[in-house]
């Protein structure tokens, strides 16, 4: 208050006085006082007031008459509206009454004409020298006036009904009455006579021919009418107004006389009252807070410049004089309207002391508010109110940074409460000061209960590797940089304990380290780590199953390769023809050779399911070509068994016998896997059969699926036996029975089965025989069909030369094709024994096709198809990988490497031909 207090000092008041704020804040008011003292009273001139004020009452008086007479012609020419709808809407029914004679038109015809003669009633009436009003008045009710103009109707018609500006029109309107009556004598005539039956009476003729005549004299009667009156109400306009503006010049001047004799009075003072103001002025200011004065009735009498710019105002005379509350009080800061004896002001009056107050809210000029603290001092005048001066200074920074402060907390602390984890916050006592909603959620406790109390009760004490696991005993990693994260353990309201994951901080204040803990509930990253080890744990064992499948699979296809090729080799030899016991001693090693590839197949084939990795691809498939595909496989060995093989087709069972237009039955199945479980089940039907038997293959057709039955009438199972039937390598004592095999097929058969969405039953009894019986879905749409039709052979002549590298670190193997090419004169070999040779001898020579096998001792062959590809002059050679590995992830990688061709071990003679024969023939 340091401007008020140099107001005072300027005021004559002392420099100790200065130092009082009450009293500093007092020193404008008291200015005013010697201003309001100093000046003199103004004199008025009561004649001059006089003559303004019966002029004004002139003026009243003429405005009043002037708006009744107006009033009064507005209501005439409604009625004139009236009078002209009715005698309109009379003609037109008493023309529908001489045309059709109806009762109703005529009743139409009394009831529109009932207005014109009660106007002509009231008319007559007031025409009279002492008129009866209460009939004129009901003359006028009746023909439609409203209630509240009747009374200025009739004076106006009294006053000026002789006088030209009402005669002519009055004369006008008699007419239209006397043409009226004769319309309602000639209807009456006619209607007499109508109801006599008489319609072709004189009357009634005349009153046909006389409606249109008449009704063109009242069009013409009423337009005139309507005219008359319109000028009438024209001239009375131009009176009025007339009188009117002679009436304000009159008071103009004398207005004007008032305010120049006003102004010579007033002239003496306002010199001295100007000067002290603007010394005063010059003194307001001078300060930086706003300050202004208001009289008793709430007008400014005086505003520095610091409130005015603070107010948004140029100069103070925007607001001396005014109302300052209705400018700059006029509602509080939620907007509501303040009346005006609630302001800051008034109050300082009715308590006629000092008020301040922080809370206030000032209106600018443009509409916008702003916050201050403002100060109201009552001002007295010998004891008596004599008005206020009000201080004020603009606080919006003030209460910005205030804002801005409280904002910051609310934000962090919906930042804090906003986060997932569980923030709690502890003092250097360990008591909780900080517990956010999520803290809440993970221990069933609320914040408000929880604050306060000690931490342990939410994370005990608890030992864990020789040191104390709770917040208390990490206080100090938590002083560490980055803090600390620890496994923690937690309690809930339920003493239920849980592991947590805490992140440790700390944070140094005056009164202490304050430690914050994010706490995390990890039971189910603890469940997901067991179970992700547990699931490590099962896919090492699973890829260490595959592994060990795919060497076993390698490790005796190789010897495989050896035994079956040779035998082979030995049948095929033609230089020294094996004898027929050779012949039969080859035969039982490739018996035995083939034999022992199956099971390697078999256990291949029932991993992969087991695993997930084997695929099928469903697809629409034939049922009978398949079928007929799987038996042409088996017939050799049904012939050598002597067992009858025979097709029955569709059985009695069938519900349904319609098929497509090739007249195959179709069933959803992956082509391949399903002709493996056919020649499985139909292998079984002929093995375990009795000598001479006979095997039979049906299905049964129905709606949505087919059932394929493989009967035979062999020995037949047990009971107990069919129970066990799909155990792995489980033959049911059939391996003392010297018929091979592996134990595996029925449990393969079945899981392939149910990878293609089908069924596979087994159903068996002793002496009668054995039924399988494969369910599988039917399918309708033939368009995803493989073609049925073979590839074209590759074979060719054999008199091309072709030049083959072969890749191969194996001398049996190596010896064992060298044997096959034999049989191809025009095929030149060489080998390589490992993958660095092979690239070498590319590079240097490059042949025209390459067979690689998989495992090359320095490299794999996909190692080395890299290699070839990467290089231009090998980039174009033809590579097939010739290798012992049959895992299909080994194939398809092969062939997504540039192999176009994947032969396995046991080398297929034919296979390799082949592909000899193919290159040759290009």
């Not at 003092?427 to 517990?435: G, K, S």
């Not at 909603?437 to 608890?462: C, D, H, M, N, Y």
């Not at 497509?660 to 002709?675: H, I, Q, S, T």
């Amino acid at each position: 208050m340091k401007d008020l207090d140099s107001l005072a000092v300027v005021d004559g008041a002392s420099p100790e006085a200065a130092q009082r704020p009450a009293q500093a804040r007092r020193a404008p008011a008291g200015r005013l006082d010697a201003i309001a003292r100093s000046t003199p009273k103004r004199r008025r001139s009561w004649p001059v007031l006089t003559v303004f004020a019966l002029i004004v009452a002139l003026q009243v008086s003429v405005a009043i008459i002037s708006i009744d007479m107006l009033s009064a012609v507005r209501s005439y020419v409604t009625g004139e509206s009236l009078y002209s709808k009715g005698q309109k809407d009379a003609q037109i029914y008493l023309i529908d009454y001489a045309e059709f004679h109806r009762e109703e038109d005529y009743r139409r015809f009394l009831a529109a004409i009932a207005a014109p003669l009660a106007y002509r009633a009231t008319r007559e009436q007031l025409q009279k020298p002492n008129p009866d009003y209460s009939v004129a008045r009901q003359g006028f009710l009746d023909g439609g006036t409203d209630d509240s103009e009747i009374p200025g109707v009739i004076r106006l018609f009294r006053l000026f009904h002789k006088t030209p500006l009402m005669s002519s029109a009055i004369a006008t309107w008699t007419e239209g009455d006397g043409v009226i009556e004769q319309m309602r004598l000639l209807a009456g005539r006619a209607h007499e006579q109508v109801m006599l039956g008489n319609l072709h009476d004189p009357a009634v003729t005349e009153m046909r021919d006389q409606a249109l005549v008449l009704n063109k004299r009242l069009t013409a009667l009423e337009n005139r009418f309507a005219a008359q009156l319109g000028e009438a109400a024209r001239q009375s306009q131009r009176l009025l107004l007339g009188l009117n503006l002679a009436l304000a010049l009159l008071l103009g001047l004398t207005g004007l006389a008032f305010v120049r004799y006003s102004s010579r009075v007033q002239a003496a003072t306002e010199d001295e009252v100007r000067r002290r103001q603007e010394s005063l002025q010059r003194l307001l200011d001078s300060s930086a807070e706003g300050l202004y004065g208001v009289d008793t009735r709430g007008r400014c009498t005086f505003i520095n410049r610091a409130a005015l710019q603070m107010l948004g105002y140029e100069s103070e005379a925007e607001l001396l004089g005014r109302d300052i509350h209705a400018l700059i009080h006029h509602s509080y800061p939620d907007g509501r309207a303040r009346p005006a004896s609630k302001s800051r002001i008034a109050l300082a009056w009715q308590l006629r002391r000092e008020l301040h107050v922080t809370d206030e809210m000032c209106w600018r000029r443009d509409g916008t508010s702003f916050p201050a603290e403002y100060w109201s001092h009552p001002m007295l005048k010998d004891g008596q109110l004599d008005g206020a001066v009000a201080t004020f200074f603009d606080i919006t920074e003030r209460l910005n940074m205030q804002a801005a402060l409280r904002q910051g907390e609310v934000r962090i602390a919906g930042l804090v409460d906003a986060v997932n984890d569980g923030v709690i916050t502890v003092d250097p006592e360990d008591r909780i000061v900080l517990f956010n909603r999520a803290a809440e959620r993970l221990f069933g406790v609320s914040a408000t209960e929880a604050i306060g109390s000690g931490v342990e009760r939410f994370i005990p004490k608890r030992r864990r590797n020789g040191r104390d696991a709770s917040i208390r005993g990490l206080r100090f990693a938590a002083t560490r940089p980055g803090g600390a994260v620890e496994e923690l353990t937690g309690v809930r309201s339920n003493c239920e304990e849980f592991p947590l994951e805490a992140s440790l901080s700390g944070l140094e204040t005056e009164s202490g380290m304050l430690v914050t803990a994010v706490l995390r509930d990890i039971t189910y990253l603890q469940t997901a780590r067991l179970e992700r080890q547990a699931l490590e744990a099962l896919e090492a064992s699973s890829r260490a199953k595959s592994e060990f499948l795919s060497r076993m699979s390698h490790e005796l296809r190789t010897p495989l390769n050896a035994v079956l090729g040779f035998s082979q080799l030995m049948r095929l030899d033609t230089a020294q023809p094996p004898t027929l016991q050779q012949l039969e001693r080859i035969q039982h090693i490739e018996n035995a050779g083939a034999h022992l590839l199956a099971l390697v197949n078999d256990v291949l084939d029932l991993s992969r399911v087991d695993s997930g990795q084997m695929t099928v691809a469903l697809e629409p498939v034939p049922l009978g070509t398949v079928t007929d595909d799987a038996i042409s496989m088996v017939v050799p060995l049904a012939a050598q068994a002597g067992i009858e093989l025979r097709v029955v087709g569709a059985d009695e069972d069938s519900t349904l016998e319609d098929t497509l237009d090739d007249g195959e039955v179709r069933v959803v199945a992956d082509r391949v896997r399903l002709r493996q479980v056919l020649v499985n089940l139909l292998s079984n039907a002929v093995k375990y059969n009795r000598p001479g038997g006979r095997v039979r293959v049906s299905w049964g057709i129905h709606e949505k699926h087919c059932d394929l039955r493989i009967a035979d009438n062999g020995v037949g199972m047990s009971p107990e036996k069919v129970a066990r039937l799909f155990e792995p390598f489980n033959r049911l004592g059939a391996e003392a029975s010297g018929v091979e095999g592996t134990g595996i097929g029925l449990v393969l058969s079945r899981r392939l089965a149910g990878l293609m969405q089908g069924q596979l039953h087994v159903e068996s009894e002793v002496g009668k025989g054995t039924i399988a019986t494969l369910t599988l879905a039917r399918s309708y749409d033939p368009s995803a069909l493989p073609s049925s039709l073979a590839p074209p052979s590759q074979h060719g002549e054999l008199d091309q030369p072709l030049r083959v590298l072969y890749a191969e670190d194996n001398e049996v193997n190596v010896e064992l094709v060298r044997q096959v090419v034999t049989l191809r004169p025009s095929v030149a070999l060489e080998v390589a024994i490992n993958g660095t040779l092979a690239l070498e001898q590319a590079r240097r020579d490059p042949p025209e096709l390459m067979l690689v096998d998989m495992n090359l001792g320095d490299m794999t062959g996909l190692e080395l198809a890299q290699a070839l590809r990467a290089d231009d002059a090998t980039a174009g050679i033809r590579l097939v990988a010739l290798s012992a590995d049959a895992l299909p992830e080994q194939i398809a990688a092969a062939m997504a490497a540039g192999f176009e061709g994947y032969l396995t071990k046991p080398i297929n003679f034919r296979d390799l031909l082949d592909v000899l024969d193919g290159r040759s023939r290009r």
